[in-house]
């Protein structure tokens, strides 16, 4: 699915073509909605149309082998969280088929946001530890908690608690945010993993409960949810969204394009509209985006390692 936006263009700007903004989620999911918001912004920037490219599945990681094989020429960007670029690398190590550190050239650090963990409106609990016992009473049938992939952020936070807690939590990855949301509220599994934008909308619909963040603050709408931190928990790790471009971009061309999604995201009236959506935007460069990368790989490699996770099993 794709949707144009143009501002005013140059005749250069006309002779390039459209830029085309790959998302590798499914419309309507957060990601989605900040790429088409961002696109209808970089357009003036750029004086060139920006079209939104969904090109979903695999957890995010078609749209990246989509945009490492695209050319290095400006006219094609990935808008990525930090899993597929930080996480993936190392939980579906040999059978990820790009290097992030290689086959991309960070362009913008755009936002950064919170996971947090939420139980459906039926499930009887109200506070984490009362849902840890919940679970230790029928972990069988009780202990299943959804994600939007498998090896991502979400799926750590509930593998991490488990491992805490000495519980057999079981991860279920479902196709997209929106359809887990779509499970958690039907009650097709007790417990959701996911950024908390995307739970504030339900806890707001009295349709689930979120019962930690994973982050160092609470969240600014439910700061009644205390972080994994304050419940003595080792979980701090905060999200990303970023753009990148196809490894080999002219520097001139990197700073054009980090220029522009700086300038469109510290915009202080679409400033307000991210944070009421769970989103903080950041505005970083691509050198700070790039030193940002290294620290997050690294990181993740470690936690990883430790937990012993493959994707493969």
């Not at 059978?95 to 050239?105: A, E, H, I, M």
């Not at 994994?228 to 979980?235: A, I, K």
């Not at 790039?290 to 620290?295: E, N, Q, Y």
Request: hydrophobic share 45%.
């Amino acid at each position: 699915m794709a949707l144009p936006f143009a501002g005013h263009q140059t005749a250069a700007a006309r002779a390039l073509g459209p830029m085309r903004l790959v998302v590798g989620y499914v419309a309507g999911a957060t990601i989605d909605t900040l790429a088409r918001q961002l696109a209808q912004r970089l357009a003036p920037e750029l004086g060139r149309s920006v079209i939104v490219e969904n090109r979903h599945g695999a957890g995010g990681r078609i749209a990246n082998l989509a945009v490492k094989a695209a050319p290095a020429d400006g006219s094609t960007l990935l808008l990525t969280p930090s899993a597929t670029m930080a996480i993936f690398p190392h939980s579906h190590a040999g059978t990820l088929g790009y290097d992030p550190l290689r086959d991309f050239v960070p362009i913008a650090h755009l936002c950064s946001f919170q996971t947090g963990l939420a139980v459906g409106s039926a499930v009887p609990v109200a506070t984490l530890a009362e849902y840890c016992d919940w679970v230790r009473t029928d972990p069988g049938r009780r202990g299943f908690y959804a994600s939007a992939a498998t090896g991502s952020t979400s799926h750590f936070v509930g593998m991490m608690l488990g491992r805490a807690e000495g519980l057999a939590l079981t991860h279920v990855p479902y196709p997209g945010t929106a359809a887990a949301m779509r499970a958690l509220v039907a009650g097709e599994i007790s417990a959701l993993a996911t950024g908390m934008g995307d739970l504030r909308t339900l806890a707001r619909q009295g349709q689930a409960r979120v019962l930690a963040i994973n982050g160092r603050e609470r969240d600014p709408v439910l700061d009644g949810v205390p972080t994994f931190q304050e419940l003595g928990y080792d979980l701090d790790s905060t999200s990303w969204y970023a753009l990148f471009a196809p490894a080999g971009l002219a520097v001139p061309l990197v700073g054009q394009l980090g220029r522009a999604a700086v300038s469109a995201i510290t915009d202080p009236a679409w400033r307000r509209d991210l944070i009421e959506r769970g989103l903080q935007p950041t505005g970083l460069g691509p050198d700070a985006m790039a030193a940002l990368l290294a620290s997050d790989h690294q990181r993740w490699g470690q936690v990883i390692r430790a937990t012993g996770f493959t994707a493969s099993g």
